[in-house]
């Protein structure tokens, strides 16, 4: 257990529907980060926060997929009309300090969208 | 070309051999450098970090970083099965973002 903690741990949905998972990362940490990871690949960097502030976002990201970090603590990843593209690993992960600082993944929330 | 590549593997080696893995990347502003070990179905664990040219050694763990060529190597002396696993590569540039290699997996055979 590293200390970041993700809910749900798993979700199954429909197509159409929308989801939203929540992250709570190791209380100290500043900087969280959101990634997508399907089967036989690395995680795919999908954005990131300093504190409450988003400052960046990948390219790939549609405009379904929306995050937030409302206090510089927990954060939310929804996805709208969800597809059944979307289906993946979702991992959030924290760190503290400079830019050699190790990243602390949570478990991860299981997205299959039906 | 991707940012930060790895040989998808699979790798097999006997128990007891060496395991070599590689990883390149694109970005000659890199700066820091990771290896995450990742068991199927658990979210990825840091080995090795690296920063600066050479060698950096941590128990059976040897990471080697050239930035000249812009490669990065993990070395796993003594393999047991339990080391059977993906090894992701993963590559932090001038800011946050980091960027994560496919993975090679790796199998040690008993």
């Known amino acids: 257990d590293t200390g970041v903690s993700q809910d749900p741990r798993h979700k199954i949905t429909k197509r159409g529907q929308n989801v939203t998972f929540r992250c709570d990362p190791i209380?100290?940490?500043?900087?969280l980060y959101w990634y997508r990871q399907t089967l036989g690949q690395g995680p795919e960097f999908l954005t990131y926060?300093?504190?409450?502030?988003?400052?960046?976002k990948s390219r790939l990201l549609s405009d379904r997929f929306s995050a937030e970090r409302p206090k510089g603590s927990f954060s939310t990843l929804e996805i709208q009309r969800t597809e059944q593209g979307d289906s993946a690993m979702y991992l959030c992960?924290?760190?503290?300090?400079?830019?050699?600082?190790?990243?602390?993944f949570g478990p991860g929330t299981r997205l299959l969208v039906l | 070309q991707k940012e930060v590549e790895q040989n998808s593997g699979p790798l097999s080696v006997p128990e007891g051999a060496i395991a070599s893995l590689n990883c390149t990347y694109s970005?000659?502003?890199?700066?820091?450098f990771f290896w995450y070990r990742q068991y199927s179905g658990k979210s990825p664990e840091l080995i090795m970090s690296?920063?600066?040219?050479g060698d950096k050694e941590d128990g059976r763990f040897t990471a080697q970083l050239n930035k000249a060529s812009q490669y990065v190597s993990l070395l796993i002396r003594d393999s047991q099965p339990s080391d059977s696993a993906t090894y992701l590569c993963?590559?932090?540039?001038?800011?946050?973002?980091?960027?994560f290699g496919a993975g090679t997996r790796l199998f040690v055979k008993a």
């Open positions: 992960a924290s760190l503290e300090g400079g830019r050699a600082a190790t990243q602390y």
């Open positions: 209380s100290e940490h500043n900087r």
């Open positions: 926060f300093q504190n409450e502030a988003q400052l960046e």
């Open positions: 970005d000659r502003g890199s700066q820091s």
């Open positions: 690296i920063y600066s040219n």
């Open positions: 993963a590559v932090r540039g001038g800011g946050f973002k980091t960027i």
